[in-house]
């Protein structure tokens, strides 16, 4: 069982550095499990590569979560488009249009809220990083696959290989912090008198 490193910083610059520093120490990133907390949000970054061995195929996925309050409305999920996909669409998959050509192209995307998904991604790092990354899951829904209404919501980005390049993590992390951010914004304190 991997132990779950803690980070914190004020900025993302300085907790992408001790993140960074953390991993440059590890001989082999096999497995790479590291809560993140900047600002009053939490990103849980999980790495896990099994290379195989004889007769077995390995597997390779990269998973960062939050958690979000229960009380947003948003729901998206953005899936590469391939072939598998394009051939739903013919048959009647549904997928949302956001007006923006080159994510409508390489997503498949659903979401409840077409409008406030197009806001999000206009900003250019995450359009940016988005397309970068296009071969990922990108969803903020029920932190369980089953339809219970009561399951907590996550905004997760998932990976089916193994990023370990901190540069790379750096940059899927700035995008869910500002998704974050922008989706579940923080309550400001009151000005103390």
């Given at each position: 069982m ?9 900025t ?13 120490r ?13 600002g ?13 061995g ?52 390489a ?13 999000l ?18 969803s ?13 919501l ?39 008198l």
């Amino acid at each position: 069982m991997e132990t779950t490193r803690v980070f914190a910083a004020e900025t993302e610059a300085e907790l992408w550095r001790q993140v960074a520093a953390d991993m440059a120490r590890e001989p082999d990133l096999l497995e790479y499990t590291a809560q993140l907390n900047l600002g009053g949000y939490q990103l849980l970054l999980d790495i896990d590569i099994d290379l195989g061995g004889g007769f077995e195929g390995g597997y390779e996925f990269t998973t960062l979560t939050a958690a979000v309050p229960d009380n947003v409305a948003l729901r998206f999920v953005l899936h590469e488009q391939d072939l598998l996909h394009e051939l739903g669409k013919l048959l009647g998959m549904e997928d949302v249009e956001l007006g923006v050509q080159d994510i409508d192209d390489a997503f498949i995307i659903r979401t409840n809220d077409p409008a406030a998904l197009q806001t999000l991604f206009a900003y250019p790092d995450i359009h940016d990083t988005l397309l970068k990354y296009h071969e990922c899951r990108l969803s903020l829904g029920p932190a369980t696959s089953s339809d219970d209404a009561a399951a907590p919501l996550q905004l997760t980005f998932s990976k089916d290989a193994g990023v370990v390049e901190p540069e790379q993590l750096q940059e899927i992390g700035h995008m869910l912090f500002y998704l974050l951010r922008q989706i579940a914004p923080l309550p400001t304190a009151a000005p103390s008198l």
